[in-house]
């Protein structure tokens, strides 16, 4: 059974830096594109950034481009987000995400096409 977890949330000042990881077990890892979502209060699922099984390719949401990094270590099981320039409005719970495909032609935002979901970890930005 495929699991996936998160960690490396916590609360940090406009301006901070916080790193993210989702670990993954139970499943070929390697093999699947991987994204990060957010869900800020008050708000609906939002598609964060998306990395193809190699890493080899990356999307971003146009917000958080240049201020958040998406990678991975496909030989650990683990997704990164690596996020600098934090804002209040990146508050929200983060999660990570397994899409059913590994090669990506095009990047989906959309919270359906995902199948494995960890259950998130909480990112607080104070102003």
């Known amino acids: 059974q495929v699991q996936l977890e998160e960690s490396g949330g916590g609360l940090v000042q406009a301006g901070g830096s916080l790193r993210l990881s989702c670990r993954g077990s139970g499943g070929t890892f390697g093999r699947y594109a991987m994204a990060w979502f957010r869900q800020g209060p008050g708000k609906e699922r939002e598609y964060v950034a998306g990395?193809?099984?190699?890493?080899?390719?990356?999307d971003y949401l146009d917000s958080v481009k240049d201020r958040f990094t998406i990678s991975r270590d496909n030989a650990e099981n683990t997704l990164y987000l690596h996020m600098h320039n934090l804002k209040p409005d990146d508050t929200a719970v983060y999660y990570c995400?397994?899409?059913?495909?590994?090669?990506?032609?095009?990047?989906?935002?959309?919270?359906?096409?995902?199948?494995?979901w960890g259950q998130g970890t909480q990112v607080t930005v104070s102003s």
């Open positions: 995400a397994r899409a059913p495909y590994g090669t990506v032609v095009k990047f989906s935002t959309s919270s359906d096409e995902y199948d494995y």
């Open positions: 990395i193809s099984w190699s890493g080899g390719r990356t």
